[in-house]
């Protein structure tokens, strides 16, 4: 069912949009992390999904005043986009669900 879910979302171009736009998200996150405070590509990628999910272990924070900057910036115009994402797919994946409900109710 879960990957029922996951093809039927990809194929609705609204859904594919929303996925782009959060993947393009994390990826600006990324490149500037790992550019102004010197992270690794992999903690610059952690650092962006635990931001933007409002998880933040505390782990990692940025030391520069551009990184800083950056982070309020990011976190205003991210945030957003990411909750949406998180919606858009618990919303798909119980219409699904619901769906394949009602049809074993009725087979």
Same mark, same amino acid.
């Given at each position: 069912?879960?990957?029922?879910?996951?093809?039927?979302?990809?194929?609705? %171009?609204?859904?594919?949009?929303? !996925?782009?736009?959060?993947?393009? &998200? !994390?990826?600006?996150? +990324?490149?500037? =992390?790992?550019?102004? $405070?010197?992270?690794?590509?992999?903690?610059? /990628?952690?650092?962006?999904?635990?931001?933007?999910?409002?998880?933040?272990?505390?782990?990692?924070?940025?030391?520069?005043? #551009?990184?800083?900057?950056? +982070? /309020?910036?990011?976190?205003?115009?991210?945030?957003?986009?990411?909750?949406?994402? &998180?919606?858009?797919?618990? %919303?798909?994946?119980? =219409?699904?669900? %619901?769906? $394949?409900?009602?049809?074993? #109710? %009725?087979?």
């Amino acid at each position: 069912m879960f990957i029922k879910t996951i093809i039927s979302f990809l194929r609705d %171009k609204d859904y594919r949009d929303l !996925l782009l736009t959060t993947v393009f &998200i !994390l990826g600006i996150g +990324t490149v500037v =992390y790992h550019f102004v $405070e010197g992270w690794r590509w992999l903690d610059s /990628l952690y650092f962006s999904v635990i931001t933007l999910t409002t998880i933040g272990y505390g782990d990692f924070s940025p030391q520069t005043d #551009a990184g800083k900057i950056f +982070t /309020l910036i990011y976190i205003v115009v991210g945030l957003g986009i990411i909750l949406a994402f &998180i919606n858009t797919i618990f %919303k798909h994946f119980d =219409y699904v669900r %619901k769906s $394949e409900k009602k049809k074993n #109710a %009725k087979g």
